[in-house]
């Protein structure tokens, strides 16, 4: 076999990274600068993690006089294994991106016209701080809101409640997850985590309704389904476009868009009516079977067909194949799940026929996870209980057991129950990320007060009073990352592979800074944050000194599955698993999952959908010159057979309209393509971004987000489902 030379076994090879310029004088001239600085300084290795997306894979960063050349997977790592996906091997694109953020940057001009100052740290705190100060005076520390994504969001969740703030909220729950997790909890008791309890490494059969992993890459979960298909598992996707993983499963059900819950109703229908479900399992641990069986009968396999346009007999057909393999099934619950509005219920259905195949808590479907902990900061005070209780926010989406964005969103507009007049805003685009940009800027004008954290000047920094610029994950030490597993917990740190570039700065400092400044320092006795990692260990028996040399820590232990000795606890009201909820009934609202059927597109026009772009995340990634190298822009997907009754050529620019009659802002290449049904389109989320400091993302592609001027709400926990636009496509861009 050919040896393949990296550049450290070149480097290992000749010596040259312990043997400095001697061993040098043999190389080839093009080797030979390169080398000689590598050997003059030692390369060192820092074990950190990723944040190009929240799977936070451990990584390992080599480092060579003060700057990384190169980032590679960290074996010990259990969520990437010693992987790293496209964008994770990225991070260097992200580091040295020159349209960072550098310094702080006050807003002189108008809220969404900018004039920008270049501020001191201390006048950008000063002036946050006298207006928190002002804001509290008038209306109370609740009319502060924190909205928010990531890893070193929780050093603001700290301050902010130390300060007597309540309201956070974060669109990964009502923008994307909450329905699922909401979904489980109601039926079991617990939500299925994040990495996901999925044991796909043991199915013998997986279905997945429009989760596209491997476009949506979630590093250690590919790679279970991978060693799940190579011991035999069979596979269906649910999917109006052929995914790539659709494109490997045994069926790929080409459903018509928002009629999933049809399908699941009419599963949960064959396998009650054929006797097909555990019953002892269904006995021993649920409650509500014949309510279940009751609601369901006027699902039948025709009926479904009928709605979701797959065959009766298919549907029958996959229904047996997945009571074969039974308990060793997972039917994923998925992770992006506000698409129609009924999601919860879906998701709920999802939940239901797990349980009917006895796959919670079995092998091949979802294990029960080993947990960890790592103890808060010792002695630090109490946070201040609010005066007086706030009204709550959600009071209509009774199960938002989050606070959610859309909330916020509302009440900043109607100052109802009660006026909000600060966000602080923390790695979140939010123009990109919550529905309806017009009403999303109706709030942000009725605010006091905008802070934005942010690495980049992404479009949303425009609406910001201050912006206070983060370094990035490979400058700065952070919250920990704590991971459940089969079998197995993770504590992953993060530490600076280098120091901060320019003037930005980590949340660690920052919140210190502001909160001492707001007279808040006892909140925040921690001289940096190697420091505050480090108390925390120690108070936890966890050797500080090997994580920071290993990166990670694993903690084995735990059943991940029912056996006689280990029984499982629901969390549910009944504790047991409830097929029927009585939770929702109470509430008014449906106990046992019932189809709704949504709006389809009008003549000429076509669903609009979206999903995830392989080597970008959102728009995160969209100026990474790494990745855009591979990825520049967004294209849309078409029906070929459709686009050339239209007149479409592949390649050729194009513009889209709504319902409403709203353009997106810009042009967007045509992908004719046999993979995707002939009602929808599609395109990648992330892309058409406005903003004039991201040189590489500015009007590339089109928005998915511009053309969202419609939403449902989810009435069980008010999450935002997005997928109920439609588009016409317009020629002679
Ligand atoms: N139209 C539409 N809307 C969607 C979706 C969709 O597919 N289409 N997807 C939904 C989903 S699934 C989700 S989870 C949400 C996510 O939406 P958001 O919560 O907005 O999350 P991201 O898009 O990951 O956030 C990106 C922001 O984080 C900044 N950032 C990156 N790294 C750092 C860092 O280290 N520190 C700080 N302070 N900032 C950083 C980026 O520059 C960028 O401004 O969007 C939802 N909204
Ligand atoms: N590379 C990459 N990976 C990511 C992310 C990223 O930005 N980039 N983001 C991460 C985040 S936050 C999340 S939440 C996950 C999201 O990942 P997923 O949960 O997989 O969600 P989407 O990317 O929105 O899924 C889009 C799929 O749903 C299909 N679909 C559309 N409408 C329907 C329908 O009515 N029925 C069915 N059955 N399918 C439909 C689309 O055709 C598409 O294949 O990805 C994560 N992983
Ligand atoms: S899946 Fe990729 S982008 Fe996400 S944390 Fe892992 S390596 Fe980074
Ligand atoms: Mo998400």
Known sequence: ???????????????????????????????????????Q??????????????????????????????????????????????????????????????????????????????????EAFSLIAKKMSTIKEKY??????????????????????????????????????????????????????????????????????????????????????????????????????LSNIASKADHWLPIKPATDLALLLAWIRIIIEEGLYDKEYIAKYATGFDELRAAVQQYTPVWAEAETTISSDVIVEI??????CAPNVCIGAGRYTTWYGDDTQRSRAIAILNALLGSWGREGGYFFPTGAKVPEYPGLPAYPHPAAELPKLDEAYPFALLQTTTSIKQTTISE?????????????????????????????????????????????????????????YMERYDEFAVGKFKGMSEISIRQPAIEPLFESKPSWWMTKELGTKLGLSDFFPWKDGEEYLSKRCEA????????????VIIKKGGNPYITADAQPEFGTPSGKIELYSKQLAEKGLDPVPQYTRHPVAPPGYFRLLFGRAPLHTFSRTTNNFMLTDLQKENYLWINAKEG??????????????????????????????????????????????????????????????????????????????????????????
């Not at 923390?426 to 009403?439: A, C, F, H, R, V």
Request: a positive charge; one cysteine or more.
């Open 1 to 39: 076999m050919a040896t393949k030379y990296s550049r450290r076994t070149f480097l290992k090879a000749t010596g040259a990274v312990t043997a400095g310029v001697a061993a040098v004088s043999a190389m080839p001239e093009k080797f030979l600068s390169w080398a000689e600085e590598a050997g």
């Open 41 to 122: 300084k030692e390369m060192k290795q820092i074990p950190t993690f990723c944040e190009l997306c929240f799977w936070n894979c451990g990584l390992i960063a080599k480092v060579e006089n003060k700057k990384v050349v190169k980032v590679d997977g960290n074996p010990l790592s259990l969520r990437g294994r010693g992987r790293l996906c496209g964008r994770g091997n990225a991070a260097l694109g992200a580091l040295y991106d020159t349209d960072r953020l550098k310094f702080p940057l006050i807003n002189t001009g108008k809220r969404g016209e900018p004039v920008w100052k270049r501020a001191t740290w201390d």
């Open 140 to 241: 109370g520390a609740g009319a502060l809101a924190f909205i928010y994504h990531g890893t070193g969001s929780s050093f603001w969740k700290h301050l902010l409640h130390a300060y007597g703030v309540t309201t956070f909220a974060a669109p990964s729950f009502a923008q994307c997850r909450g329905p699922r997790d909401i979904g489980f909890v109601l039926t079991y008791g617990a939500d299925v985590g994040s990495p996901e309890y999925y044991d796909f490494s043991k199915s013998k059969y997986i279905v997945l309704f429009g989760s596209h992993l491997g476009e949506n890459a979630h590093n250690s979960q590919v790679q279970d389904i991978v060693k799940g298909f190579s011991s035999g598992a069979k596979m269906t996707v649910v999917d109006p476009r």
């Open 319 to 324: 229904a047996h194949e997945m009571a074969q």
């Open 416 to 472: 109802k129950p009660y006026p909000i007049k600060g966000w602080f805003v923390y790695g979140s685009n939010l123009m990109k990320t919550m529905p309806d940009k017009q009403e999303t800027i109706k709030a942000l004008k009725n605010l006091d007060l905008v802070v934005a954290i942010d690495t980049m000047p992404v479009d949303f920094i425009n609406y910001a009073d201050v912006v206070l610029p983060e370094c990035t």
């Open 540 to 551: 936890g028996g966890i050797d500080f000194a090997e994580l920071k040399r290993e990166g």
């Open 644 to 733: 050339k009754k239209m007149g479409l050529k592949d390649g050729e620019y194009v513009m889209l309209l709504n319902q409403d009659g709203v353009t997106a802002n810009g042009r967007i290449k045509i992908k004719l393509t046999q993979r995707l049904r002939n009602d929808a389109v599609y395109m990648n989320h992330g892309f058409g971004v406005h903003s004039l400091g991201m040189s590489l993302a500015n009007g590339q592609g089109i928005a998915d987000d511009d053309l969202i001027t419609h939403h449902a709400i989810d009435p069980i926990m008010g999450g935002t489902a997005m997928r109920g636009n439609f588009v016409k496509i317009v020629k002679g861009a």
